[in-house]
């Protein structure tokens, strides 16, 4: 049996103190839960405030990105080394923003998979299609070639620890989502690839869906046969919002 997991992406929002008052409202709202895995994915500037707000609780810590080096000439990006520093357990690595705005490739979210694996960071992969690509009914050739790419040179040992979030493009902050039965299908595909790359395991593997997701919206989600949890992005910036998501009925 697969535990559910929700994580938020708060991406480019709250300054430290927004962080650590939203997060501190947050400990309250959830805590006790133990059947639902939680974590909140925050701006590098918040990690090192957040870790010590969570310290002690049910909620796990994660970055929004990272680079595949441990240390280098790389201005402006950040490592695998500080995020281990700061207390992060999850990393979500190549979302569509950094697919699209910043030009990443397959082969830099390979890259970097491998990096989190090595530093004992648990990589939250992003894969999905844009909106012309599933109206020219490509959605799962593109999934399929974005999920293998980053799998690619990854072991059989390393999928325990590894989640993929398909969020399609199209329903990423246009308040559009996919619909239970669409986001399933392609979610249970996903599953049968990784299942004839790897096995069995593919069955333990938890899947997340992404885009636009909401309090009443996540329970129709949950009630599917593969959806394993959610990535949440705007409904994860306040504590209550995101706290109704993480106890979906």
Known sequence: MRQPFIAGNWKMHKTNQEAV??????????EGIDDVDIAICAPATALAPLNEVIADTNIALGAEDMHWKEEGAYTGEISPLMLKDVGC???????????????????????????????????I????????????????????????????GVTKNDLEVITVAYEPIWAIGTGKSATTEEAN???????????????????????????????????????????????????????QSFADIVKFE
């Not at 008052?21 to 959830?30: H, Y």
């Not at 357990?89 to 923003?97: D, N, P, Q, R």
């Not at 992003?126 to 690509?133: D, I, K, M, R």
């Open 89 to 123: 357990e999850y990393v979500i690595l190549g979302h569509s923003e950094r697919r699209g705005y910043f030009g990443e490739t397959d082969k830099d979210v390979n890259k970097k998979v491998q990096t989190a694996l090595k530093h004992d960071l648990k990589p």
């Open 185 to 239: 299908e392609v979610i249970k595909y996903i599953r049968d690839v990784m299942r004839n790359e790897f096995g069995k395991v593919a069955d333990e593997i938890r899947i997340q869906y992404g885009g636009s997701v909401k309090p009443h919206n996540i329970s129709e989600f949950m009630a599917t046969s593969d959806i394993d949890g959610a990535l949440v992005g705007s409904a994860s910036l306040k504590a």
């Open 21 to 30: 008052d939203m997060v501190e409202e947050l400990v309250d709202l959830v």
């Open 125 to 152: 992969i992003c894969v999905g299609e844009s909106l012309a690509q599933r109206e020219a009914g490509e959605t799962k050739d593109i999934v399929k070639e974005q999920v293998l790419a980053a799998l690619d």
